[in-house]
């Protein structure tokens, strides 16, 4: 990975955006792809769609959501303690003891999520698993009037962000779910041929896949594309108690995972393969038997339907603090998706 793709990958997970509240993390994108993108164009949905070859007849579409699981200021008590609702899917024991921020029209405030310690518990207490109910965010406030300063109700909570490179090229943080996705989209972008481009190639920064793939859904009714390729995160099982049985054998660095699966059209699929084998791109294989729950549920059914791929980037602790991925998987997603669109010709077909 080249320094200007890491320094991009860095500010993504470095800026906040919860489901709903993506402005900023647009404006990165908006920032990065100035040099290379023909055509920019945004929705009242919050999309961002990206373009090279805009021109060309036939559409293809790679889609990456960039919105992260967060949460959201539902009341505050007359202590000045923030109570929250959650924006898409918490385990909320990963919660507490947590750095968190609050994004206000002020700035970021700084907070902790805080519980009662262990010492004060009760028996019935400890055998309990925590409700996001029962958990409040301390900035340090003396009361209501002082927190209401600058924090109101609605204002979106992340945790802290931050990012922690680890050995073997692994980096951990919170919203690798899914910002590596869509980091690889837009590296693919910058990184195809426009030399050897025959469709135009749409690389979409979809909006609250987080609360049900809504962004995919629009931006893909607007594209009106013949291919969707989805970029997402996969749980990846060579940690303990993860059952390949049940998940598939899929391990961190050995590659971006292509699926099969009714979700799938069998002709991306096999052309998606094709294009690894033949530019040496290791990836894995992984099956769904559904409907899966990324952008590529969404993009298949787009108005009379759109032939559809998924390529998954291996992430351990998924929606966590520390999501674990391989910056290897991601750079070698970003060559396929890049070699995969030079590979589309008129001739193609995905007809089934």
């Given at each position: 990975?080249?320094?200007?793709?890491?320094?991009?990958?860095?500010?993504?997970?470095s800026?906040?955006?919860?489901?709903?509240?993506?402005?900023?993390?647009?404006?990165?994108v908006?920032?990065?792809?100035?040099?290379?993108?023909?055509?920019?164009?945004?929705?009242?949905?919050?999309?961002?769609?990206?373009?090279?070859?805009?021109?060309?007849?036939?559409?293809?579409?790679?889609?990456?959501?960039c919105?992260?699981?967060?949460?959201?200021?539902?009341?505050?008590?007359?202590?000045?303690?923030?109570?929250?609702?959650?924006?898409?899917g918490?385990?909320?024991?990963?919660?507490?003891?947590?750095?968190?921020?609050?994004?206000?029209?002020?700035?970021?405030?700084?907070?902790v999520?805080?519980?009662?310690?262990?010492?004060?518990?009760?028996?019935?207490?400890?055998?309990?698993?925590?409700?996001?109910?029962?958990?409040?965010?301390?900035?340090?406030?003396?009361?209501?009037?002082?927190?209401?300063?600058?924090?109101?109700?609605?204002?979106?909570?992340?945790?802290?962000?931050?990012?922690?490179?680890?050995?073997?090229?692994?980096?951990?943080?919170?919203?690798?779910?899914?910002?590596?996705?869509?980091?690889?989209?837009?590296?693919a972008?910058?990184?195809?041929?426009?030399?050897?481009?025959?469709?135009?190639?749409?690389?979409?920064?979809?909006v609250?896949?987080?609360?049900?793939?809504?962004?995919?859904?629009?931006?893909?009714?607007?594209?009106?594309?013949?291919?969707?390729?989805?970029?997402?995160?996969?749980h990846?099982?060579?940690?303990?108690?993860?059952?390949?049985k049940?998940?598939?054998?899929?391990?961190?660095?050995?590659?971006?995972?292509?699926?099969?699966?009714p979700?799938?059209?069998?002709?991306?699929?096999?052309?998606?393969?094709?294009?690894?084998?033949?530019?040496?791109?290791?990836?894995?294989?992984?099956?769904?038997?559904?409907?899966?729950?990324?952008?590529?549920?969404s993009?298949?059914?787009?108005?009379?339907?759109v032939?559809?791929?998924?390529?998954?980037?291996?992430?351990?602790?998924?929606?966590?603090?520390?999501?674990?991925?391989?910056?290897?998987?991601?750079?070698?997603?970003?060559?396929?998706?890049?070699?995969?669109?030079?590979?589309?010709?008129?001739?193609?077909?995905?007809?089934?």
């Amino acid at each position: 990975m080249d320094e200007r793709a890491r320094k991009f990958l860095e500010d993504l997970l470095s800026t906040p955006s919860p489901a709903g509240y993506e402005g900023p993390l647009q404006q990165v994108v908006r920032r990065y792809v100035g040099d290379f993108a023909e055509k920019v164009e945004s929705d009242v949905h919050g999309n961002l769609m990206v373009v090279r070859n805009p021109g060309a007849s036939r559409r293809v579409m790679l889609a990456g959501h960039c919105d992260q699981i967060g949460l959201i200021v539902n009341y505050i008590d007359d202590q000045g303690y923030i109570y929250i609702q959650s924006i898409g899917g918490w385990d909320p024991i990963v919660l507490v003891g947590q750095r968190l921020t609050v994004w206000t029209a002020q700035g970021p405030v700084p907070g902790v999520l805080g519980r009662k310690p262990i010492h004060l518990l009760t028996e019935e207490e400890r055998k309990q698993v925590p409700k996001l109910k029962d958990l409040w965010v301390d900035i340090g406030a003396l009361n209501k009037d002082e927190t209401a300063k600058f924090v109101q109700i609605g204002d979106p909570v992340t945790l802290e962000l931050r990012y922690q490179p680890l050995t073997n090229n692994r980096m951990v943080a919170p919203a690798m779910d899914d910002k590596c996705g869509l980091w690889v989209v837009i590296e693919a972008l910058r990184r195809v041929d426009p030399g050897k481009l025959t469709w135009a190639v749409y690389s979409v920064s979809t909006v609250q896949e987080e609360l049900g793939l809504r962004g995919a859904k629009t931006s893909a009714f607007r594209i009106d594309p013949e291919v969707g390729i989805a970029v997402d995160v996969t749980h990846a099982t060579d940690c303990p108690t993860v059952d390949k049985k049940e998940e598939g054998e899929i391990a961190l660095g050995k590659g971006p995972v292509i699926y099969r699966g009714p979700n799938m059209n069998p002709k991306v699929v096999e052309k998606l393969q094709k294009a690894a084998e033949t530019n040496n791109i290791p990836f894995q294989a992984g099956a769904s038997g559904r409907a899966t729950p990324t952008d590529a549920n969404s993009i298949q059914v787009s108005r009379g339907g759109v032939a559809t791929g998924l390529v998954s980037i291996p992430n351990r602790y998924m929606h966590s603090p520390v999501e674990m991925i391989s910056l290897h998987d991601l750079d070698h997603a970003a060559d396929l998706l890049a070699r995969f669109v030079e590979s589309l010709t008129p001739e193609d077909d995905f007809v089934l």
